[in-house]
């Protein structure tokens, strides 16, 4: 399973409306939160933001039905939790 990151030349320092270019926008957060393909471990090594405040941003940034949607498909997803897919959970 590949792991989903940023791209080399993210952060782009041109943004504009970007304070700290050195940190993701909730935008990219979200995107990564999204993919199948990236777990919870990898968005806190990139971000800083654990499962819970990835939670909470989620819940903050989406409509509710979004949101639901979003819990179902991830909660318990073994994809989502490296533990989970190294067997050690």
């Known amino acids: 399973m590949t792991t989903r990151s940023f791209p080399e030349d993210w952060p782009n320092p041109h943004t504009a409306n970007h304070p700290d270019a050195s940190k993701p926008t909730d935008s990219e957060?979200?995107?990564?939160?999204?993919?199948?393909?990236?777990?919870?471990?990898?968005?806190?090594?990139?971000?800083?933001?654990?499962?819970?405040?990835?939670?909470?941003?989620?819940?903050?940034?989406?409509?509710?039905?979004?949101?639901?949607?979003?819990?179902?498909?991830?909660?318990?997803?073994?994809?989502?939790h490296s533990a989970k897919i190294d067997g050690s959970a």
């Open 29 to 80: 957060i979200i995107e990564l939160a999204w993919c199948d393909d990236t777990t919870f471990d990898s968005i806190k090594a990139q971000t800083g933001l654990n499962e819970n405040e990835v939670i909470k941003l989620m819940r903050q940034s989406l409509k509710p039905k979004s949101f639901r949607l979003w819990r179902k498909r991830v909660s318990g997803r073994a994809a989502k």
